[in-house]
């Protein structure tokens, strides 16, 4: 009798008026007192997480956009065999294990340390790898190989770098360390930054969301688009400033930039760390299994995300002892989420086109204004700063209007269709763009300003905020409290799949014009799939029957510092 009544009390349920999700915060704050407590706005949190993500995605694209040059015209100037190979090697495994990292880093974050320990690991190992990167590019560095890192495209490096090379074995001589020996530990530190960046990046928007009660939709479904802000300001500091820092100060003080940028941001994420929401991995399937055992509404802080077409099948009371969610049921609620998630594959691989086509079709355009010079490969940069303004200009404008005028939320899903419409549009430019280019009519190959292509990318912008945004904020309201991790490392094996399936139609031997309109057919076939494959989508909270009055009423006052 004593023992059973011990099981008992393990699982008898808090009063209404305390966390029915525990909930571990550094500085011992607790929810307690009125049911109808007053909320602040979690400005320091955010600040922290964001901050740090702007820091990180500087030095993941800016470390990107150098790294081809680093292995053809730099580190491996010594050897003239395979030079290219081994640099499109380097570059595809570090964008393949970035990404493919995501789902050890959903399961770390889930099932085994929480999100908190997997992101303070991943900034430890991304710190080892660019050090030792640092390291590899020293000794040449201190040579000063302007003559390597100056040289053209068509240019033999064999012969322009005759006397860097022997000043380079001169060094090694002195040092007592190998070509060979600097190479690996460049390739080492890049395979480290690459594993430590992906298990970062999948999961850290999910840690954003938690910093937020339940009840907080609005104020943290926006949160999501300031983080996704946050990664293109980065991103476009590192995607154009990194070359120009490369090429006036040379590869030593362009990877002393990024390790100086992850060390701060990791300095930045752990000054917060008494300020963070830390969701422990096994309190967040505790509390989704009592969730799912109650048969009335309470205040719990996940009861909202587990109202869904499946809770009728659910409602036993659990029992001391045994799982009350099976894995069936588990796995029966992730189905509509992959659902969504499928058909974004086609999407992504088309998407990923701006970085390669594109370019291609800027450097058949006058790339003059006037006297300023605009690169072809800078397009895809101008695109980072069209969707850091794009951004507030949806969250704070279009979206409030659209739901006055309609009188209901905007949902998730009608969002990732108007931005399948805008990619459609956006390739349709691109297609006619090319028709012109290419008329028989007249040589139009120097008429052409490569401005025409602002018209297309301002749409792929808008296609990606409304997608990429919305995804994020899709995974972490529709999955389960303690699948949260995982369902949004899924959302960036999508992108993952993605660039693979891009690098795939690249090897698609066709003219550009005809590549354009077929992916433009592509696109609307991927729109068309998708509408019909989510047509009867149930949202897990039930926005799809809200008013704009009934979620506006149902969302707690937040108190702003």
Same mark, same amino acid.
């Given at each position: 009798?004593?023992?059973?009544?011990?099981?008992?009390?393990?699982?008898?349920?808090?009063?209404?008026?305390?966390?029915?999700?525990?909930?571990?915060?550094?500085?011992?704050? /607790?929810?307690?007192?009125?049911?109808?407590?007053?909320?602040?706005?979690?400005?320091?949190?955010?600040?922290?997480?964001?901050?740090?993500?702007?820091?990180?995605?500087?030095?993941?694209?800016?470390?990107?956009?150098?790294?081809?040059?680093?292995?053809?015209?730099?580190?491996?100037?010594?050897?003239?065999?395979?030079?290219?190979?081994?640099?499109?090697?380097? #570059?595809?495994?570090?964008?393949?294990?970035?990404?493919?990292?995501?789902?050890?880093?959903?399961?770390?974050?889930?099932?085994?340390?929480? !999100? $908190?320990?997997?992101?303070?690991?991943?900034?430890? &190992?991304?710190?080892?790898?660019?050090?030792?990167?640092?390291?590899?590019?020293?000794?040449?560095?201190?040579?000063?190989?302007?003559?390597?890192?100056?040289?053209?495209?068509?240019?033999?490096?064999?012969?322009?770098?005759?006397?860097?090379?022997? @000043?380079?074995?001169?060094?090694?001589?002195?040092?007592?360390?190998?070509?060979?020996?600097?190479?690996?530990?460049?390739?080492?530190?890049?395979?480290?930054?690459?594993?430590?960046?992906?298990?970062?990046?999948?999961?850290?928007?999910?840690? &954003?969301?938690?910093?937020?009660?339940?009840?907080?939709?609005?104020?943290?479904?926006?949160?999501?688009?300031?983080?996704?802000?946050?990664?293109?300001?980065?991103?476009?500091?590192?995607?154009?400033?990194?070359?120009?820092?490369?090429?006036?100060?040379?590869?030593?003080?362009?990877?002393?930039?990024?390790?100086?940028?992850?060390?701060?941001?990791?300095?930045?994420?752990?000054?917060?760390?008494?300020?963070?929401?830390?969701?422990?991995?096994?309190?967040?399937?505790?509390?989704?299994?009592?969730?799912?055992?109650?048969?009335?509404?309470?205040?719990?802080?996940?009861?909202?995300?587990?109202?869904?077409?499946?809770?009728? !099948?659910?409602?036993?009371?659990?029992?001391?002892?045994?799982?009350?969610?099976?894995? /069936?049921?588990?796995?029966?609620?992730? &189905?509509?989420?992959?659902?969504?998630?499928?058909?974004? #594959?086609? $999407?992504?691989?088309?998407?990923?086109?701006?970085?390669?086509?594109?370019?291609?079709?800027?450097?058949?355009? @006058?790339?003059?204004?006037?006297?300023?010079?605009?690169?072809?490969?800078?397009?895809?940069?101008?695109?980072?700063?069209?969707?850091?303004?794009?951004?507030?200009?949806?969250?704070?404008?279009?979206?409030?209007?659209?739901? /006055?005028?309609?009188?209901?939320?905007?949902?998730?899903?009608?969002?990732? #269709?108007?931005?399948?419409?805008?990619?459609?549009?956006?390739?349709?430019?691109?297609?006619?763009?090319?028709?012109?280019?290419?008329?028989?009519?007249? @040589?139009?190959?120097?008429?052409?300003?490569?401005?025409?292509?602002?018209?297309?990318?301002?749409?792929?912008?808008?296609?990606?905020?409304?997608?990429?945004?919305?995804?994020?904020?899709?995974?972490?309201?529709?999955?389960?409290?303690?699948?949260? !991790?995982?369902?949004?490392?899924?959302?960036?094996?999508?992108?993952?799949?993605?660039?693979?399936? !891009?690098?795939?139609?690249?090897?698609?031997?066709?003219?550009?014009?005809?590549?354009?309109?077929?992916?433009?057919?592509?696109?609307?076939?991927?729109?068309? #799939?998708?509408?019909?494959?989510?047509?009867?989508? /149930?949202?897990? @909270?039930?926005?799809?029957?809200?008013? &704009?009055?009934?979620?506006?009423?149902?969302?707690?006052?937040?108190?702003?510092?």
């Amino acid at each position: 009798g004593g023992e059973a009544a011990a099981e008992v009390e393990v699982i008898q349920e808090p009063p209404a008026d305390a966390l029915s999700l525990n909930v571990s915060r550094g500085d011992g704050a /607790r929810d307690s007192g009125s049911e109808k407590r007053k909320r602040k706005y979690p400005y320091g949190p955010l600040f922290f997480i964001l901050g740090s993500s702007v820091g990180q995605s500087y030095s993941a694209t800016g470390l990107q956009s150098v790294l081809e040059l680093y292995f053809t015209r730099f580190l491996y100037v010594c050897s003239g065999r395979h030079r290219q190979s081994l640099s499109t090697t380097s #570059v595809n495994v570090y964008i393949a294990l970035y990404q493919l990292c995501a789902i050890s880093s959903g399961f770390l974050a889930d099932k085994v340390i929480g !999100n $908190f320990l997997t992101q303070v690991g991943s900034n430890i &190992v991304i710190t080892i790898g660019i050090c030792l990167m640092t390291f590899s590019s020293w000794q040449y560095t201190l040579e000063k190989p302007h003559c390597c890192l100056n040289a053209t495209e068509g240019s033999n490096l064999d012969t322009d770098c005759s006397a860097l090379q022997k @000043d380079v074995l001169f060094s090694h001589a002195n040092l007592h360390i190998s070509p060979a020996v600097n190479l690996s530990l460049a390739i080492t530190g890049l395979v480290l930054f690459a594993i430590g960046y992906g298990h970062y990046n999948a999961i850290q928007s999910v840690f &954003v969301g938690d910093q937020f009660q339940e009840e907080q939709s609005k104020a943290k479904e926006r949160s999501f688009s300031w983080y996704y802000l946050c990664l293109n300001v980065g991103s476009f500091a590192g995607e154009g400033g990194m070359p120009i820092l490369r090429q006036s100060v040379g590869f030593v003080i362009t990877w002393l930039t990024v390790l100086g940028a992850t060390v701060t941001s990791t300095v930045l994420y752990l000054a917060g760390s008494c300020l963070y929401v830390k969701k422990k991995p096994q309190e967040k399937l505790h509390c989704s299994c009592k969730s799912q055992g109650r048969q009335k509404s309470t205040e719990s802080e996940t009861e909202p995300l587990l109202k869904d077409a499946n809770q009728s !099948n659910d409602t036993a009371a659990p029992t001391a002892g045994s799982p009350v969610v099976s894995l /069936r049921t588990r796995l029966k609620q992730l &189905v509509p989420i992959v659902g969504v998630f499928a058909p974004l #594959v086609v $999407f992504w691989a088309i998407y990923y086109q701006q970085n390669s086509t594109w370019v291609t079709q800027g450097a058949m355009m @006058d790339c003059y204004l006037g006297r300023l010079h605009i690169p072809p490969d800078l397009m895809p940069s101008i695109e980072d700063l069209m969707v850091v303004s794009i951004i507030p200009l949806l969250d704070y404008a279009v979206y409030p209007h659209l739901e /006055r005028v309609l009188g209901r939320r905007v949902l998730p899903l009608h969002k990732m #269709v108007a931005g399948m419409v805008c990619g459609v549009l956006s390739f349709l430019m691109a297609g006619l763009l090319q028709l012109y280019i290419h008329q028989p009519l007249e @040589d139009c190959r120097g008429n052409v300003s490569i401005l025409w292509q602002l018209p297309q990318l301002a749409l792929i912008s808008f296609a990606e905020v409304l997608i990429n945004v919305t995804g994020l904020e899709f995974a972490y309201s529709q999955a389960p409290p303690d699948f949260r !991790n995982i369902i949004t490392a899924f959302w960036s094996i999508t992108q993952a799949l993605g660039t693979l399936l !891009n690098a795939g139609i690249a090897q698609i031997p066709m003219s550009m014009t005809y590549a354009f309109f077929v992916y433009l057919v592509l696109m609307v076939i991927v729109t068309v #799939v998708f509408v019909f494959i989510n047509r009867n989508y /149930r949202y897990r @909270d039930g926005r799809e029957r809200q008013t &704009v009055a009934t979620a506006e009423q149902d969302e707690p006052e937040v108190v702003r510092l």
